[in-house]
T-cell receptor, first 111, second 112 residues
Framework: QQQVKQSPQSLIVQKGGISIINCAYE??????FPWYQQFPGKGPALLIA?????SEKKEGRFTISFNKSAKQFSLHIMDSQPGDSATYFC??????????FGQGTELSVKP | DAGVIQSPRHEVTEMGQEVTLRCKPI?????LFWYRQTMMRGLELLIY????????DSGMPEDRFSAKMPNASFSTLKIQPSEPRDSAVYFC??????????FGAGTRLSVL
């Protein structure tokens, strides 16, 4: 069973700071790596995704950096806001349409 | 589209009872996934279907768990008999092809 290792487990950031979450994956041959955001009482929702043929993708304050040779990718949240407080999951595709999710990072942005 | 719809949102039952969780995927999606989320184990894939056919049930914890997808618009996850350790949030997700998965709001199950 492939694994995706996500760190840190929890993160506290001051408002306006940068939040960084890292993920490492094992061998995979598929074409995108998504990040999901989950608020309490809700299901995970796609936040941003990257294809392995690009090294970085930015959407607003959210940026994914991808290092294919190191099998690592990270999520950066610039100018973090209290509304960003949520649990974030990285995922990597596995065989047959499955996603392998990381353990999640609970982000708390303090005002 | 209304998104993935799960019912009930909350279920409280006693140990030994049968529990049935329901899911309506997004229309046109051909993949359906059942996940369980707990603090200890995170988000675990239990089983998934492609075109209503179970593809991989290796995540189903034991024979007490079963899942069906009788048609493209409905799936159930059944636990019989339920145990306190089954208490978790159960999510259903659907996708079109091997792409983005859309999750429902989940069913919070408490087994007393």
């Amino acid at each position: 069973q492939q694994q995706v290792k996500q760190s840190p487990q929890s993160l506290i950031v001051q408002k306006g700071g940068i939040s960084i979450i890292n993920c490492a994956y094992e061998n995979t041959a598929f074409d995108y790596f998504p990040w999901y955001q989950q608020f309490p009482g809700k299901g995970p929702a796609l936040l941003i995704a990257i294809r392995p043929d690009v090294s970085e993708k930015k959407e607003g304050r959210f940026t994914i950096s991808f290092n294919k040779s190191a099998k690592q990718f990270s999520l950066h949240i610039m100018d973090s806001q209290p509304g960003d407080s949520a649990t974030y999951f990285c995922a990597a595709p596995s065989q047959g349409g499955k996603l392998i999710f990381g353990q999640g990072t609970e982000l708390s942005v303090k005002p | 589209d209304a998104g993935v719809i799960q019912s009930p949102r909350h279920e409280v039952t006693e140990m030994g009872q049968e529990v049935t969780l329901r899911c309506k995927p997004i229309s046109g999606h051909d993949y359906l996934f059942w996940y369980r989320q707990t603090m200890m184990r995170g988000l675990e894939l239990l089983i998934y279907f492609n075109n209503n056919v179970p593809i991989d049930d290796s995540g189903m914890p034991e024979d007490r768990f079963s899942a069906k997808m009788p048609n493209a618009s409905f799936s159930t996850l059944k636990i019989q008999p339920s145990e306190p350790r089954d208490s978790a949030v159960y999510f259903c997700a659907s996708s079109s092809g091997q792409r983005i998965q859309y999750f429902g709001a989940g069913t919070r199950l408490s087994v007393l």
